[in-house]
């Protein structure tokens, strides 16, 4: 059964660093582009970015200059990194292969003072 | 940076028809069309249609999609209690490189 799972740190403080990783169960890497997005309590989706099985990797305009996505295809993972996070950056966030319809579970991320 | 709009809300009765609107699609990706998702409260996201009408395994014939000039659309027929639900349309920008959202439809059953 294909299936995402992700998993970091869920409380951040302001300027910290924020570290997700996703595992990806019953698919290979190949052939797809691996995404991660965001949604703040109450609001839209935003997409962050996202990498392939090469390393190629694409990101949001506004979120470019923080955000690093990198991939290890012998753990079949994929990470985000997104530094100098504050409370803007408070949001559930999703791992996803979005043309495929595979989402991860979501992980809440609070940023606090 | 761009973006595509979709109404905040609609509400429309059971077993009717609700047609929601994603404009500024051409702007964005010509005639390839939308990709559409459902999320209910509290849950992941789920992959409903993309690229003009492609459903996934396991998603009803309830909901089709189109897309005419600079607007897409997703149809729900027969509308049910359990399509009570937050709707976002999405689309690859290919001159921001990166995918582009809709703010969301909240869709109520009455």
């Known amino acids: 059964q294909v299936h995402l799972q992700q998993w970091g740190a869920g409380l951040l403080k302001t300027s910290e660093t924020l570290s997700l990783t996703c595992a990806v169960y019953g698919r290979s890497f190949s052939s797809y582009y691996w995404s991660w997005l965001r949604q703040p309590p109450g609001k839209g989706l935003e997409w962050i970015g996202e990498i392939n099985h090469s390393g190629n990797t694409n990101y949001n305009p506004s979120l470019k200059s923080r955000v690093s996505i990198s991939i290890d295809t012998s753990k079949n993972q994929f990470s985000l990194i997104m530094t100098s996070v504050t409370a803007a950056d408070t949001a559930v966030y999703f791992c996803?292969?979005?043309?495929?319809?595979?989402w991860g579970q979501g992980d809440l991320v609070t940023v606090s003072s | 940076q761009a973006g595509l709009t979709q109404p905040p809300s609609v509400s429309e009765g059971l077993r009717r028809t609700a047609t929601l609107s994603c404009t500024g699609i051409?702007?964005?990706?010509?005639?390839?069309?939308a990709l559409w998702l459902q999320q209910h409260p509290g849950r992941p996201p789920k992959l409903l249609s993309y690229?003009?009408?492609n459903r996934p395994s396991g998603i009803s014939e309830r909901f089709s999609a189109s897309t005419s000039g600079n607007t897409a659309s997703l149809t729900i027929t027969g509308l049910q209690p359990e399509d009570e639900a937050d709707y976002y349309c999405?689309?690859?920008?290919?001159?921001?490189?990166?995918?582009?959202f809709g703010g969301g439809t909240k869709l109520t059953v009455l």
């Open positions: 690229r003009n009408n």
């Open positions: 996803a292969q979005l043309t495929g319809g595979l």
């Open positions: 051409s702007n964005i990706v010509g005639d390839q069309g």
């Open positions: 999405s689309a690859w920008d290919s001159s921001l490189t990166a995918w582009v």
